[in-house]
């Protein structure tokens, strides 16, 4: 097989010469891409560079040492049965998936979780609904071996601020990685008016997905809790329009839809103005996994248990322990 070529920043390699300490760790640094970055075997270097595989394997210490390379062991997430299985005893939750991990924000470990629930739950062919949050782009960018399918945004766009990637986007990311197709919604998902909801409703792409919802196989939801930073369409009422929601007894959102402690939907000002699945329309789909994070979404959590659409559920640790606290 022919060679790749020597690097010629660090040519006296070759010729087994004497070399200083700042060509030592160039060397140590072309090496350590080879073995590393490339997945070449230390034999393979060490033939093509003229050393021996001793002296490749000294040069990788020399590179760790030195700060060139980082080698950094990400502890995974797992699933605390044992606290799962008491929420569903204790809330009739069919299936619960409680993720403990070693960091603070679970983002990473929860979207595996829903990466794993979506392998298991989808199958090719299916119609696929899609919200949008930071858990399930995490699941997204984690999908492995989906089958094809058609992936329907279940709400008009939705893009944070400070995220590039929105909901038109998560949908169209998600079907290329299962080698599928996607619907999206051109729209906002919270609208000025009623006047111009219908209006874009009956546009035909629009109309379109929006008419997937009643055919639906599978929905991936998300919730967010009544506060700041904890659901976008909180982030994006106006301040009386939180207050309004807050005194009709708003804890939360499911997909934009207000939710009340006991989880049924508000009827807010809001809702005619937003583009979005309706909880009616989630518990006529088959399998509906729902996901939320941190402590602050407790009651809305709870509420959304309550509302009683979800099939599974997956959240993280803390969140459990204060949905449980909090329904004692």
């Known amino acids: 097989m022919a060679r790749r070529g020597r690097p010629p920043s660090v040519p006296k390699i070759y010729e087994g010469g004497e070399y200083g300490p700042d060509e030592e760790l160039a060397i140590a640094a072309y090496v350590a891409r080879e073995y590393y970055v490339e997945d070449r075997s230390k034999v393979a ?4 560079v ?13 590179a760790r040492s030195a700060g060139l390379v980082r080698i950094e062991v990400n502890d995974p997430g797992t699933i605390d049965r ?22 603070a924000v679970p983002l990473t470990d929860i979207g595996r979780v829903l990466a794993d629930v979506m392998t298991e739950t989808v199958e090719a062919g299916s119609l696929v609904g899609l919200s949008w949050s930071r858990a399930l782009r995490s699941m997204v960018e984690q999908m492995r071996d989906a089958p094809a399918c058609t992936f329907v945004q279940l709400a008009g ?37 009623a006047e111009a909801a219908t209006a874009l409703l009956t546009q035909f792409d629009i109309a379109n997905a929006v008419a997937q919802f009643d055919r639906l196989d599978v929905a991936f939801v998300s919730i967010g809790g009544w506060g700041p930073s904890l659901s976008v369409i909180y982030d994006s009422m106006t301040e009386s329009e939180r207050q309004a929601a807050r005194e009709r007894g708003a804890v939360g959102d499911v997909n934009g839809r207000l939710i009340d402690a006991s989880g049924n939907a508000l009827d807010h000002h809001v809702d005619n103005r937003t583009i979005a699945i309706s909880f009616e329309q989630l518990r006529r789909t088959r399998e509906v996994v729902c996901s939320s994070h941190g402590a602050d979404r407790a009651e809305a959590t709870l509420g959304a248990i309550h509302a009683g659409f979800a099939t599974t559920w997956v959240m993280d640790q803390p969140l459990a322990q204060a949905v449980l606290k909090l329904a004692e």
């Open 157 to 193: 766009h939705m893009s944070p601020e400070g995220e590039t990637i929105g909901s038109v986007e998560l949908v169209r990311r998600a079907a290329e990685n299962a080698g599928g197709e996607s619907l999206p919604i051109y729209a906002p998902f919270l609208v000025p008016s």
């Open 82 to 103: 044992e606290l799962s299985a008491l929420l569903q005893r204790r809330l009739g939750i069919r299936r619960a998936l409680v993720v403990t991990s070693p960091t």
């Open 50 to 62: 003229g050393l021996s595989r001793f002296q490749v394997a000294r040069l990788l210490q020399v």
């Open 45 to 48: 270097i060490a033939e093509e």
